[in-house]
């Protein structure tokens, strides 16, 4: 069976400070993919990141960051000095390559509020 | 490129209706999905399909149908309409060659109301 848990259901800071949300993931799967992807308030799904089983090494995309522990079994997500356009909410989710069919199963979100 | 349009935004609809969501892309994506989204919720695969002709059940599926006639159309097919199917229904494409799932891009959802 797979799975995908995000850690914290809501987190709320104050602009400039860092956050980080937490996902873990359970697959007997050896290859699969793990992807972030942002909801806005205004509702659509943007995605962010995508990463293969076999690459282990951390990932900058400006004030974006991703972890990723085979060993944990976690693939978390920092925002660096957020910003109040960060708030949204925040899907981690799994797909197994076994499967041959990119059938994503996604944990149940972090809702995230940036104060100003 | 428009990617992926879903019509219509909103919807409300009686129990007992029928409604077809329409979902294109014009990527050329072979593979397909309709998702569901309930509040407070990840998103839960109802179907999908990896090339014209050929679809499949998600995790979701009862209460649904689908067709996929040609690469760039997917409908989604509500026969009678239940007060469990309020939800935001989110179509996907993404195209692959089977040697790995890639990357999966959204329509903007079609918000559904059943009273």
């Known amino acids: 069976a797979q799975k995908v848990t995000q850690v914290q259901t809501e987190i709320s800071v104050v602009e400039k400070e860092d956050v980080t949300l937490d996902c873990v993931y359970e697959?007997?799967?050896?290859?699969?993919?793990l992807f972030w992807y942002k909801q806005p308030p205004s509702g659509e799904l943007v995605f962010l990141i995508r990463?293969?089983?076999?690459?282990?090494q951390n990932e900058i995309s400006g004030r974006y960051s991703w972890n990723f522990q085979k060993s944990t079994s976690s693939f978390n997500f920092t925002i660096t000095a957020s910003q109040v356009v960060d708030s949204a909410v925040y899907f981690c989710a799994l797909s197994a390559f076994s499967s041959n069919t990119g059938k994503l199963i996604f944990g149940q979100g972090t809702t995230l509020q940036v104060k100003p | 490129n428009a990617g992926v349009t879903q019509t219509p935004k909103f919807r409300i609809l009686k129990i007992g209706q029928s409604m077809t969501l329409q979902c294109a892309q014009d990527?050329?994506?072979?593979?397909m999905y309709w998702y569901r989204q309930d509040p407070g919720m990840g998103l839960k695969l109802i179907y999908y399909s990896v090339g014209a002709g050929i679809t499949d059940k998600g995790e979701v599926p009862n209460g649904y149908n689908v067709s996929r006639s040609t690469t760039e159309d997917f409908p989604l097919r509500l026969e009678l309409a239940a007060p469990s199917q309020t939800s935001v229904y989110f179509c996907?494409?993404?195209?692959?060659?089977?040697?790995?799932?890639?990357?999966?891009?959204f329509g903007p959802g079609t918000r559904l109301t059943v009273l």
């Open positions: 697959t007997r799967d050896t290859t699969y993919y």
């Open positions: 996907a494409s993404s195209y692959s060659t089977g040697d790995a799932p890639d990357t999966q891009y």
């Open positions: 990527m050329n994506h072979n593979y």
């Open positions: 990463r293969n089983s076999f690459d282990e």
